[in-house]
């Protein structure tokens, strides 16, 4: 099979990683790649929001599966293209795609159908939200979360703690407009409690396979403290993540998720991800995504196990429409421990260029996941974005896994490079963050 993947982050090398594996794998080219992806692809310099000339160029190069990874050209359409163009494309449509691309949408159809998530208002009209909030403050009901309804790379959450800090989040974005027109409908959200959990599946819009849970860390600095990033580490799997918990969150999230948007005229076929949180009153989605997790996928595809371990084969099934036919995945008992190394600035402006140096020097068995790194014109590796690598180590225990992942980062080097220092380390007796 010729396969495409579309993206240029860690997790689009992790998908590059995993599909090379396949036997089915004859030709695989990424668009547009990075550094680590030439490795295992021939990058190509397509622009993934370029949806026709993506399309086209796959007809012109026979290629039998695309796979996308990022949720912009998801949310704009770009599998409706592929399908247009009569081409064979893993992804949902931009309607399934509304489950991450509309906020509003996506709360709507989870209350709708009666599936656990926190409660929720919309609004389009700041008069309205102030009015809200004003009524909230009599009552003390804070903190308060609030969204912004459409995609707004990671940054239209807030968390407000009082009304002071609401009322500016609420301005910011519905008048200021600093989000552009993701803010020009907001939801006003109940605050949820608890450890945060996502859980991946691969679905047809019939069959759910759930993937290994993972949690990640989004928050800059240590303690999760900081800016909102794209995701300083991950780890699989979590240990408060029992089969019975799984097994609920499949029949009262996904399975309901998955047939709501079947009713809805949107079935899903694609990677459904959960992010939740698993509050006292139970497991409640907190959003739902319609993509691979980044950086999550980077620790859950080194797991696939067995001979149901082809990543590729379940995805074109998946595309295909045939999931049932497939044996459900199953998981290494090892466990997976990935830190990112990103940046100084990161997750605000920071320079890039930078020569990486001593990956040679890494133990054979950690992966190294490329995001921001390009090969300059002599060969060398240089830093190309604010998050640069994922370094993925495996172990029996999350301890081993741990240590061997803050071993091997610590033997990369670029200038300004740096990590967290917390990944997984509540998994670990011993630590209590
Ligand atoms: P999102 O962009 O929807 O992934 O939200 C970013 C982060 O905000 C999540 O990972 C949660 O940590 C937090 N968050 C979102 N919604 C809520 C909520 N209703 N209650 C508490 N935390 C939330
Ligand atoms: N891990 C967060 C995300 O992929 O959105």
Not at 16 to 34: F, Q
Not at 60 to 66: N, P, Q, V, Y
Not at 153 to 160: E, T
Not at 393 to 421: E, K, L, Q, T, V
Request: aromatic share 6%; net charge negative; charged share 20%.
């Amino acid at each position: 099979m010729r396969v495409l993947v579309i993206g240029g982050g860690a997790r689009e090398h992790a998908l590059c990683w995993a599909v090379s594996r396949s036997p089915l794998l004859t030709a695989l080219y990424c668009a547009p790649g990075n550094g680590g992806t030439a490795q295992l692809a021939t990058n190509v310099p397509l622009n993934p929001m370029e949806f026709a000339a993506c399309a086209e160029w796959a007809a012109g190069h026979a290629i039998d599966l695309t796979i996308i990874g990022p949720d912009d050209p998801l949310g704009g359409g770009i599998v409706d293209i592929f399908a247009a163009h009569g081409l064979k494309v893993f992804g949902p449509t931009a309607a399934a795609a509304r489950i991450e691309s509309s906020k509003a949408w996506a709360k709507q159809l989870l209350l709708d159908n009666g599936i656990p998530t926190a409660q929720a208002t919309r609004f389009t009209d700041y008069a309205a939200a102030e009015a809200a909030l004003r009524e909230r403050e009599t009552k003390g009901a804070f903190p308060v979360v609030i969204k912004a309804d459409g995609l707004a790379a990671g940054k239209g959450v807030v968390i407000a703690h009082d009304a002071e800090t609401a009322r500016q989040a609420l301005e910011d974005i519905m008048v200021r407009q600093t989000l552009g027109a993701a803010g020009n409908s907001v939801l006003l959200e109940e605050y949820l409690e608890g450890p945060e959990l996502s859980l991946f599946a691969l679905t047809d819009g019939a069959t759910v396979y759930p993937l290994a849970p993972a949690c990640d860390y989004k928050r800059a600095l240590d303690g999760d403290e900081g800016p909102n990033t794209g995701g300083m580490g991950a780890y699989s799997p979590p240990g408060f993540a029992t089969r019975d918990l799984l097994a609920e969150i499949e029949s009262r999230i996904l399975r309901p998720t998955m047939r709501a948007l079947a009713t809805a005229g949107a079935p899903f076929r694609g990677l459904l991800y959960a992010g939740l949180m698993l509050t006292s009153a139970g497991p409640q989605v907190i959003e739902f995504n319609a993509r691979f997790g980044d950086p999550e996928t980077q620790v859950v595809l080194p797991r696939l196990d067995g001979d149901e371990g082809d990543l590729l084969a379940l995805l074109l099934a998946t595309a295909e429409g045939r999931l049932a036919a497939m044996p459900a995945p199953t998981w290494s008992s090892s466990v997976t421990c990935g830190v990112v190394a990103a940046s100084a600035g990161y997750p605000g402006p920071f320079e890039k260029g930078k020569p990486i140096t001593g990956l040679d020097t890494l133990d054979a068995d950690v992966l190294v996941f490329h995001a921001g790194t390009q090969r300059t014109g002599d060969g060398q590796l240089v830093t190309a974005g604010g998050r640069v690598l994922t370094v993925v180590a495996r172990g029996n225990d999350m301890a081993s896994a741990r240590a061997h992942a803050y071993a091997n980062i610590a033997r990369i080097h670029f200038d300004g490079m740096r990590w967290r220092n917390d990944i997984a380390a509540r998994e670990v007796v011993g630590h209590s963050d």
